[in-house]
């Protein structure tokens, strides 16, 4: 009984632990405290590092200007200059060029047409002459037609050929002329000496047949004739004839111009 006793009593003086909670506006006080130390802190250390020569921030270093930009931009400029100049000059010059085609095509036509001119006055000429010596113009008895003009050219072309000549009938004209021509071409080929008649093309393909004409005062007869390249042509032969007859009333040979 007396250990009962005692044992209660011990445990009725043990000493209880207390626990005492801290108020809620007292931590968040605490809390701001702490909060403005670190900042007065932060602050207090920026200021020292900035006194000390410290840069806020580390900049990027500079490029150094150098005169590269400016120097491209003058070339770039010149380059364009000069590319429109060429482009203005060849503009020009296909003018010129064009210009000059057509003034040597002028200078070659009027060249042409002064060469046909002077062919012309001179036919004239001697047609005029011609005429003005029919009168005294020697010839046998009874002829009344007399050949003037007589030419043979070389054409343009190859193996090209022109002849051409001017038929008058002088004296007493009371009717018309009527007869024919027979033309001969005088050429020599691969060695050998060749004679080939002319005709009209207009009247006949038959190598025989004659080229009639038929006049009062004058005829002028001229055409082209064709022969090989390679022919050597030395003169032309005409005959006239009169109408029923065989016997030619006029010769008359003309040699190639030159």
Request: hydrophobic share 40%; no cysteine.
């Amino acid at each position: 009984m007396i250990k009962s006793r005692n044992k209660r009593h011990k445990m009725a003086a043990a000493p209880a632990a207390v626990r005492l909670q801290t108020p809620a506006h007292v931590r968040w006080a605490t809390l701001a405290i702490l909060l403005v130390a670190a900042l007065i802190l932060s602050w207090s250390m920026y200021d020292a590092g900035r006194k000390a020569g410290i840069p806020d921030r580390i900049e990027p270093p500079r490029e150094e200007k150098t005169e590269t930009g400016p120097e491209m931009e003058r070339l770039s400029q010149l380059n364009a200059r000069l590319q429109q100049e060429n482009d203005e000059l060849r503009i020009k010059m296909a003018g010129l060029d064009q210009q000059l085609q057509m003034d040597q095509a002028a200078r070659l036509d009027i060249a042409s047409q002064v060469k046909t001119l002077q062919g012309e006055n001179t036919r004239l000429k001697e047609e005029l002459a011609f005429f003005q010596n029919l009168g005294s113009a020697s010839g046998k008895a009874g002829q009344r037609i007399s050949i003037g003009g007589l030419k043979l050219e070389k054409g343009k072309l190859p193996g090209e050929y022109r002849y051409s000549l001017l038929l008058v009938q002088s004296g007493v004209r009371g009717k018309d002329f009527h007869g024919n021509l027979e033309l001969a071409v005088n050429f020599q080929q691969n060695g050998e000496k060749m004679v080939q008649p002319l005709t009209s093309s207009e009247t006949s393909d038959d190598s025989s047949k004659k080229l009639d004409v038929s006049f009062r005062f004058y005829r002028r007869v001229e055409s082209t004739f064709w022969l090989a390249p390679d022919a050597i042509v030395d003169s032309l032969q005409v005959k006239v004839f009169e109408k029923g007859e065989t016997q030619a009333r006029l010769m008359q040979t003309v040699n190639l111009s030159l």
